[in-house]
């Protein structure tokens, strides 16, 4: 038993070893789905993180597999911080001197100061407001699928739902929404993929002439909203509040493609994932169908659970840190570490039977939003909103929708991304 002056020993990091799973090599992320799962699995059996990568030239991370671990790195902000970048590659420092840093990547004092700001624009209050403006776009949007039949899903609705969710919100224009979107779609399908040695794989950051001019539309909103405020986001944004404060045009337009990437694509991921899921889940599908408003919620988070939009964050160490308490593994000031959301999600000390897709789970702590702390997704509310009110609207017009076979998924260690999903009603 230790005494009180005894410290205990930190515990090793092991490395992998030969033969075993790489998450670092992006032709791991090409591997189907139940093996990357059994890969997850047996790193979470493991006592301590393993690192992938050179510790010795601090290339590489730690995997936190584990629920514990990563709510750990999340609400413990001192010692894992965001800056100077949550995504894998960082994006390269003349970038972020030219677009604003986004806050996911920023840590305290900035990142509060920026989230307060972009905090007004997810109050009670607007949020009631704008779920008049979900119904009606996910209205239009079911009408436009009675008439039109399209073939696919991912474009036409779970795309569309929250891009002109958060284009409402914002107050862009109808006639810069096309513009916008096409913009976007430029970017993100850049966003994307990595050449490296090994092969390629679906990044963020790319993309950036389209990015640049996205920005320049939005900055230029922002610039008539500042002469001429109407009620809108952008106008809440850059018109300065008691305190004085406010976005400047870089930040505005930063602030506006985080909102597109981490409000457009995961939203319609989960969407497609959603109804993938209730479709190759018959049994799921009936009894949510015999109680939707009983049962809409806890769908909606068994969704976002089971499909995990978002892979991975990463944090960087700031100081020396035993994992899980003194005595654990060290994990060394300067190196990275990679929350992989999508494996808590299934650890199975906290979810029974991780791999069933069951809407009626309770407790359902998954960590799809983040694992709580100061960057918490922003607009877990919303994203819970839309995919509400777009399946009520879809499964009571059109009980019979259903996916039809397998959705086009692109390899990603980033996000689980679907390209497209053909479906039928
Ligand atoms: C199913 C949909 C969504 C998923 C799975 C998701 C997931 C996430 C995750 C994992 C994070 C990082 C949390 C952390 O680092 O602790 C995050 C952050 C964020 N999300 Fe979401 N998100 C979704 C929808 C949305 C929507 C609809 C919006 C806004 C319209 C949004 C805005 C943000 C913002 C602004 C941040 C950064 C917050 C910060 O750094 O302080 N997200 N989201």
């Known amino acids: ?181 096409g913009l976007v779609n430029r970017t993100s399908a ?15 950051g790319r993309g950036l002439a389209a990015l640049a001019r996205m920005q320049g539309i939005v900055a230029e909103i922002g610039r008539e909203r500042r002469r001429r405020p109407a009620e809108d986001l952008i106008s809440a944004l850059v ?27 995961t939203t319609r991921n989960a969407l497609a994932h959603g109804l993938h899921l209730l479709t190759v889940h018959p049994e799921q599908r009936a009894l949510l169908l015999a109680d939707l408003d009983g049962r809409l919620d806890g769908a909606v988070d068994e969704i976002v659970r ?22 654990g593994p060290l994990l060394r000031a300067g190196e990275k570490v990679a929350l992989y959301y999508g494996s808590a999600n299934r650890d199975e000390t906290v979810f029974p039977d991780p791999e069933a897709f069951d809407i009626t789970r309770t407790p359902n702590p998954h960590l799809g939003y983040g694992g709580g702390g100061p960057h918490y997704c922003l607009g877990a509310h919303l994203a819970r909103q839309e995919m509400t009110v777009l399946f009520r609207e879809l499964f009571t017009r059109l009980p019979g929708a259903r996916s039809l076979g397998e959705p086009v998924l692109v390899p990603s260690s980033f996000d689980h991304r679907v390209r497209a999903l053909r479906f039928t009603f």
């Open 1 to 181: 038993m230790n005494t009180p002056t005894e410290v205990p020993t930190p515990t090793e990091v092991p490395t992998p070893t030969v033969g075993s799973p790489d998450l670092a090599d992006p032709r791991f992320w090409r591997l189907p789905a139940p093996a990357r799962a059994e890969a997850f699995a047996e790193l979470r059996r493991r006592p301590a993180p393993v690192y992938f990568g050179d510790r010795a030239t601090g290339r590489g991370f730690h995997a936190l597999v584990r629920h514990a671990d990563v709510v750990e790195a999340s609400r413990t902000p001192a010692v894992f911080r965001s800056g100077p970048g949550v995504t894998t590659p960082e994006p390269p420092r003349w970038v972020r001197l030219l677009f604003g840093d986004s806050m996911v990547n920023l840590d305290d004092p900035r990142h509060a100061q920026l989230r307060r700001i972009v905090s007004r624009a997810f109050t009670p209050r607007l949020l009631g407001r704008i779920e008049e403006d979900v119904r009606r776009i996910a209205t239009a949007l079911v009408d436009e699928v009675e008439r039109g039949r399209p073939e696919d899903f991912v474009g036409p609705v779970a795309a569309e739902l929250p891009f002109q969710v958060i284009c409402s919100m914002m107050g862009i224009p109808e006639e810069s929404r096309r513009t916008i979107l």
């Open 306 to 327: 089971h499909a995990t939009p978002i892979v991975q964050f990463r944090r960087t160490v700031a100081v020396d840190h035993e994992l899980g308490g003194p005595g």
């Open 239 to 265: 018109t300065a509040d008691v305190d004085g404060r406010r976005l400047t045009g870089r930040e505005l337009g930063a602030f506006f493609s985080l909102l597109l990437v981490a409000g457009v694509e």
């Open 190 to 204: 850049g966003t994307g993929v990595a050449r490296t040695r090994r092969g390629r794989l679906r990044v963020p």
